[in-house]
């Protein structure tokens, strides 16, 4: 459904990523894994359109999306959380959860969309009325991907949501994304430091090494210590 055909990416005159190619199927977990710096972001800001690719292209459910802007390629079911949980930390936890609703046909029912997100993170609902900026680490980045998930993302982009957050949330967290894209069918690209992590959720994997794909394949074919040299430092 989601198709990265030889990508070459970069900034200005600096190309970071070269001749990529990966494919995202629905209801399946693909993490993206590298050292710092190989272009992990540089892919995930490609797929949604905030850099445009100097070649190759981008396929979104069989349409060359390359060309589309950001906001088209949300129109479309694509969901993004930024790696550093860009929530608003002005506004109150519902008010970040509303603007959730912005790409959204007027049809769908707040209420019943909300109990969904209730469900999956409950804490949400017990800090409606709490500034975005008051809340801990884990809470904002749960606040971040229940706000990506109220858009009803067929694709889900999660730029390193795992991040600096402790074991329990960590664990939620990664219950939640194995959940939605199970039940809802999503597609979730999952950018991971951990092969741990990323290889406890995950369906398909794809390594990265300055640029280049160096190794990807099925989790459950792939020992982890076949891969794990292109991750140490
Ligand atoms: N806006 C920018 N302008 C120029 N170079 C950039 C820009 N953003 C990132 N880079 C460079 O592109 C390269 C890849 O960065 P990117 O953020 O994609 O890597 P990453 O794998 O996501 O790293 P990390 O794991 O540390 O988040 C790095 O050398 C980085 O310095």
């Known amino acids: 459904?989601?198709?990265?055909?030889?990508?070459?990416?970069?900034?200005?005159?600096?190309?970071?990523l070269e001749n990529v190619s990966m494919d995202v199927q629905k209801g399946s977990v693909t993490a993206v894994l590298g050292r710092n710096g190989v272009g992990k972001t540089t892919l995930?800001?490609?797929?949604?359109g905030l850099i445009k690719p100097m070649r190759g292209n981008i396929e979104w459910e069989g349409?060359?999306?390359?060309?589309?802007?950001p906001e088209h390629r949300v129109r479309r079911g694509i969901g993004y959380v930024p790696q550093g949980r860009e929530i608003f930390s002005t506004l109150t936890v519902e008010e970040n959860l509303l603007l959730g609703f912005e790409a959204l046909p007027k049809?769908?029912?707040p209420s019943h969309v909300l109990e969904e997100i209730y469900?999956?993170?409950?804490i949400l609902k017990d800090m409606l009325h709490r500034k975005g900026g008051d809340l801990s680490g884990g809470q904002q980045q749960q606040?971040?991907?229940a706000r990506a998930l109220i858009g009803?993302?067929?694709?889900?982009?999660?730029d390193e949501p795992m991040e600096g957050i402790q074991p329990s949330i960590v664990q939620l967290i990664r219950d939640v994304i194995?959940?939605?894209?199970?039940?809802k069918m999503v597609g979730i690209v999952l950018v991971e430091h951990s092969l741990d992590l990323a290889f406890s959720c995950a369906d398909y994997f794809y390594i990265f090494d300055r640029g280049i794909v160096v190794a990807q394949g099925h989790v459950s074919e792939t020992s982890m210590s076949d891969v794990q040299r292109f991750l140490t430092v």
């Open 1 to 16: 459904m989601l198709s990265v055909r030889n990508v070459t990416a970069g900034y200005e005159q600096s190309v970071v």
């Open 63 to 69: 349409e060359d999306m390359t060309s589309l802007p």
């Open 119 to 122: 469900e999956l993170f409950p």
């Open 44 to 48: 995930m800001k490609s797929i949604i």
């Open 107 to 109: 049809k769908i029912n």
């Open 152 to 158: 009803q993302p067929k694709l889900l982009l999660l």
């Open 143 to 145: 606040l971040a991907i």
């Open 178 to 183: 194995m959940k939605i894209a199970k039940e």
